[in-house]
């Protein structure tokens, strides 16, 4: 079955960088764009940054241009984000997605971020 696996979250302080990973099985990987997606405590979700399938094509959240970028391995079904010079208000949990708002789409479980001093 399908499974998108996070990790690399953590408490990091402003200024810092993490790296996110995104471990996908259960579909052929490379025929898909892949997202990152957050939610901050008590806001809506964000479309942090996506991907195209030959990681030709991406797109940032004007927020985040110029620090996070998104990245793909096809031959090891892995996707990544890493994030650099957080600051406060990219505490959220992030969800590595696929297809979104596509017919395939599916959401993995999500990792905690939290930038604070």
């Known amino acids: 079955q399908v499974q998108l696996v996070e990790s690399g979250g953590g408490l990091v302080q402003p200024g810092g960088s993490l790296r996110l990973s995104c471990a996908a099985s259960?579909?052929?990987?490379?025929?898909?764009?892949m997202y990152w997606v957050r939610q901050a405590p008590g806001k809506g979700l964000e479309r942090v940054s996506s991907?195209?399938?030959?990681?030709?094509?991406?797109v940032y959240l004007d927020s985040v241009k110029g620090r996070f970028t998104i990245s793909r391995d096809n031959a090891k079904n892995l996707l990544y984000l890493q994030m650099a010079s957080l600051k406060s208000e990219d505490t959220a949990v992030y969800y590595c997605?696929?297809?979104?708002?596509?017919?395939?789409?599916?959401w993995g479980q999500g990792t905690q971020v939290t930038v604070s001093s």
């Open positions: 997605v696929k297809d979104l708002g596509g017919r395939y789409t599916f």
């Open positions: 259960g579909f052929t990987f490379s025929n898909y764009w």
């Open positions: 991907m195209n399938t030959g990681s030709g094509s991406t």
